[in-house]
């Protein structure tokens, strides 16, 4: 069920509008900009119906927070407002609302405009999933991966929060495809990413698959003694599934070698970049398969 957010200033409206809208979804209000926000950072909506003046936080300054904020840029916003002037509605428009109805509202034309707007929501995010998700694993995929590590070194760079990256490789996986096939190799991939999933715990945590058997990690506010302990866990919950895997050279069953780097990149001095992270990274992941496989390196 969709979710939608009534935000005015005008408390009799509210309610008025929210029996209108409660057969297109779960309707919640919020009576100030500064309120809508707040519930939004708890709980992004489907839509947002959005009075233009309001004491403290106007609609178009809310309108324009939002366009910024990745999780809440793609939540649609209709300007509902007291204005029927074209200034009012170019206005609400520049901010990135998708529509604008005025006062007092037609209940058939909120209707019709509201399911418009939801109809192309759920489009917009399933677009949105399947364009991050590796439809093999349901991992995020590739470039889902990229755009996040950017967007978290951005934020270690900026608060001075440390940031880690594991990078892991499959085992002997290519003997694997040989001696079971295929699409044994798939369902292979399948379990070793649910193992991962289970133990990349934090809501922050982001796991990807971002190669054929080889998977990432990032680990925003993580220190490299929390990093090897994440990742130690991630190479035994692997292990101790036990697919079996009888051409591997290392056990008998499946496993994983992990690479973990940890780095708090400063604003002034360091030269750490993005780039240097990932070849880091994947020199540990290089010495964890140089020592025997199956461990993790730093
Ligand atoms: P190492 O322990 O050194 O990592 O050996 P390895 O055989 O795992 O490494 P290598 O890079 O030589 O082989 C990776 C193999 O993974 C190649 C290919 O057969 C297999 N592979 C890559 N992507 C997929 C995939 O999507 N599905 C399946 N089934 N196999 C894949
Ligand atoms: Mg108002
Ligand atoms: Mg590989
Ligand atoms: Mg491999
Ligand atoms: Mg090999």
Redesign the pocket.
Known sequence: MPSLLIVDDNVQLIPVMARMLAPLGQVRFATSGEDALAQMRQHAPDLVLLDAEMPGMSGYDLCQVMRCDPALDLVPVIFVTGHDDLGAELRGLSCGAVDFISKPVSEPLLIARVRTQLRLKRLTDELRRSATTDA?TGLDNRGSFDQRLDAEWARAVRTGSALTLVLM???????F?DHYG?PA??SC?REVAAAIRDQARRPADLAARIG??EFAVLMPDTDEAGALQAAERIRAAVAARSIPHEASLTADHVTVSLGVVSCTPDRQGSRMTVESLMAAADRALYDA?AAG?NRCAA
């Open positions: 093999l490789d499959v085992d002997h996986f290519k003997r495809n295929h190799g798939d991939l054929g058997e398969k496989r």
